[in-house]
């Protein structure tokens, strides 16, 4: 079996959080056109990015969720 999503895929997508944190959120439509202002890339790698980000954004969000209501 194969790896889900590339390396490099995930690398650049971490970078880009780590630079742009506040900007991304759940919706792909979003993440795919500030993908497309702050990576020049091909389309194909631009909506890979935007759904890694919009997954990872989805995970942090419920994360944050569920923290407060515990605390």
Not at 40 to 60: D, P
């Amino acid at each position: 079996m194969g790896k889900s999503r590339r390396v490099k895929t995930k690398r650049l997508a971490e970078e880009i959080l780590k630079k742009y944190p506040k900007r991304f959120t759940t919706d792909f439509q979003e993440n795919k056109k500030l993908v497309e202002e702050v990576v020049i890339s091909t389309k194909t790698l631009r909506n890979k990015l935007a759904g890694y980000i919009t997954g990872y954004c989805n995970l942090h969000e419920n994360d944050e969720v569920e923290y407060e209501v515990e605390t």
